[in-house]
């Protein structure tokens, strides 16, 4: 199993996004213990046998010692990737990790509202610019809200016109913080039309197309099976010392010395559950495989080198 470890660094951010579903903004932190923490959680998962790590947040470009983070953890040989939302060009990060995701909204003016700040837009093209010249892999995530769910077509475009873009993940909007509070939810009907162009987008574009919503939703669960095999990311949220499966609901304090992450999928309940629930989709063969085809893609760039 390719374990993955998606790493919360901060829960600070430079933006106040209408569907920030964890309410993030600025805020003050520990950043010295936050990093000796990580650091600690890197050492621990190289033990137990983990690939690949995400830095995420908040933004995690904001956390001051990201590079020497990142630089650890490719001294472990891990693939290492950022979630960022484009605000902050920081080239030496961009050169350095194997993939970045970034968000994108839509067009200008709806990425420009969504995320409350008019230079957004402009930030990410620069960013993505970036990337495309030096041909990193990208992942654009767009996450649907009822302001932009009639805006699927424009991923076409930009995902044309970057072909460092290889994964276009469509995540949608979960109903908590402020998201909740701007009532900005999808209703079925809505949904329904995103799920019908995502044939026609996929068509187009010949991209994988991957659903990241409610793992409890079929249409993301066989999106998540890697064949027989299932990847989920387990989320550790550095500041709380927590670590989740599948919602931060759900979420559990952590003891790294008392627990072996390479063992969470098959002992967590939850994740039993799944299992049980999906087995005549699990048993199926046409699944996209979209993270074995990543971990080799780039595992064979790391060999040219
Ligand atoms: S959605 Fe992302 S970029 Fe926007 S406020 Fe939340 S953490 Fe920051």
């Not at 995400?54 to 950022?82: Q, R």
């Not at 995701?101 to 610019?129: F, T």
């Not at 197309?209 to 989320?235: G, R």
Request: glycine fraction near 2%.
């Amino acid at each position: 199993m390719n374990n993955k470890a998606n790493i919360i660094l901060t829960h600070n951010c430079n933006l106040k996004c209408l569907h920030c579903y964890i309410d993030a903004k600025a805020c003050k932190e520990d950043l010295e213990k936050n990093y000796n923490k990580t650091i600690e959680l890197i050492d621990k998962l190289e033990k137990d046998n983990f690939k690949q790590i995400m830095f995420t947040g908040g933004e995690c470009l904001m956390f001051p010692k990201i590079v020497d983070l990142i630089k650890y953890a490719k001294s472990k040989n891990m693939i290492v990737s950022i979630f960022t939302n484009g605000m902050i060009f920081k080239q030496e990060v961009l050169d350095l990790v194997d993939m970045v995701n970034i968000s994108v909204d839509g067009p200008d003016n709806i990425h420009n509202y969504i995320r409350q700040n008019e230079n957004s837009y402009n930030n990410i093209i620069k960013v993505l610019d970036y990337l495309n010249s030096i041909d990193k892999y990208t992942i654009l995530q767009m996450t649907i809200n009822n302001f932009n769910y009639n805006n699927l077509d424009y991923l076409v475009d930009l995902t044309l016109s970057h072909l460092n873009v290889r994964t276009v993940k469509i995540a949608c909007v979960i109903d908590d913080g402020r998201a909740k509070e701007n009532s900005i939810y999808l209703d079925k009907e809505m949904l329904e039309n995103v799920y019908a162009k995502m044939d026609n987008l996929y068509e187009k574009t010949k991209y994988h197309i991957q659903f990241v919503t409610s793992l409890y939703n079929k249409y993301d669960f066989e999106n998540y099976c890697l064949n027989e095999k299932m990847m989920f990311p387990i989320w550790f949220d550095i500041p709380n010392e927590k670590y989740y499966l599948l919602n931060d609901k759900l979420s559990t304090n952590y003891d790294l010395n008392k627990y072996e992450f390479k063992n969470i999928q098959k002992d967590n309940l939850l994740y039993k559950n799944i299992l049980k629930e999906n087995k005549e989709i699990i048993e199926r063969e046409n699944y996209i495989d979209i993270e074995k085809s990543l971990f080799e893609l780039i595992g064979g760039n790391r060999n040219e080198e």
